[in-house]
């Protein structure tokens, strides 16, 4: 689930600094290795969160991608919930 913590659902404000909340999952099996990776077309810049330092941004002719490696393992029942700017 990913949500922008400006107040508006869904937008981005152009020229603004907004947040993307994502937040990662686990009803299954306990996960090792997790990753998230987020996508964007390539106008936006996506940064890094704080909260992860094993996170690369990769630029394409048409889209930004975020990957980032996720805190090992995401047992059972769990979430994990890095902030990152767009």
Not at 61 to 70: A, G, H, N, P, S
């Amino acid at each position: 689930m990913a949500e922008f913590t400006n107040g508006v659902q869904d937008a981005v404000v152009i020229g603004k600094f907004n947040k993307l909340r994502v937040t990662v999952s686990n009803s299954g099996e306990p996960a090792y290795v997790p990753n998230m990776t987020v996508t964007a077309d390539r106008y936006f810049e996506l940064i890094p969160p704080v909260s992860h330092e094993d996170c690369l941004v990769d630029v394409t002719d048409t889209k930004v991608f975020l990957q980032c490696q996720l805190s090992n393992p995401i047992k059972n029942n769990s979430s994990v919930r890095p902030v990152t700017n767009v």
